[in-house]
């Protein structure tokens, strides 16, 4: 008989940039790590004791369908990037026409801390350079609203292997992907919910071309979709409430991530 492979799996990402590194049992993730399994281990006590804080780890028991997130203050909220910011530069640069991703990015913050902090200071929103449009605000599911989710995500081709291994390990992966993203839904959506059919559009940011664009965005659709159903967000991702989604692929080295829009029909 073969070695049954250990129930515990693992996510996971660097804090600083929320960006996902491994998803696996022990072994594979010290071989992809590059370090031994007791070494691995040590690192994941130290993050859950609060010592280690350059890691996130997500913790899942595949037999009684429990997990545990674990880095920062253990709570789950999304980590990282961080949540204040400049107000005096966000003043600067929301004043020369930047949106509320522009900002974002310059100031190394999320898209929903400048949100925060438009809505504290009584501002439009700017959907393109120069120009504020009513109605692309992030508010209670009658308007636009925005979600960015740091790193990059397992593709399809990711999925079909950890299958071919063990369902187990893909519903594993599957599941974890969309902790991930519910991680960043509750810091960014807080309140939004869409009650009727929406239209969603992606936008893939890949550190380099290397992963096929329908490998990277049809498993990634998915996840992302079932996370935010699971989050309350969507009512659900059937016909009735996902009238049409796009895709649009870019290359950021120092910045991969997802944003997501989701536009409300009528």
Known sequence: MGRRESSTWYTVYAAYRDQLIVIGNARECAAF???TVNSFQSMVSKVKSGKNKAYCVVVEDLDAGTYAVYGGDNTGELRG????????LAGQLYGAGLNDHQIADRLGVNAGTVWEWRKNNN???QCEEGQAKEGCGMMDGKRTAYLVIPGILPNLNDYIAAE???????????????QVVILCAKSQ?????????VIMRYSWYEPNRRRDKDNVSSFGRKCIQDALVRAGVLQNDGWGE??????????DKKNPRVEVEIIPMG
Do not use: N, W
């Open 81 to 88: 990037r961080p949540k204040t910011m400049d107000d005096y």
């Open 242 to 251: 996902i009238e049409a989604f796009s895709d649009c692929f870019f290359v």
């Open 33 to 35: 790590m590059g370090c």
């Open 123 to 125: 501002l439009p929103p």
């Open 164 to 178: 071919r291994i063990h369902r187990q390990k893909a519903a594993a992966m599957k599941r974890q992907t969309e």
């Open 189 to 197: 959506l807080r309140g939004v919910k869409f009650s009727g059919p």
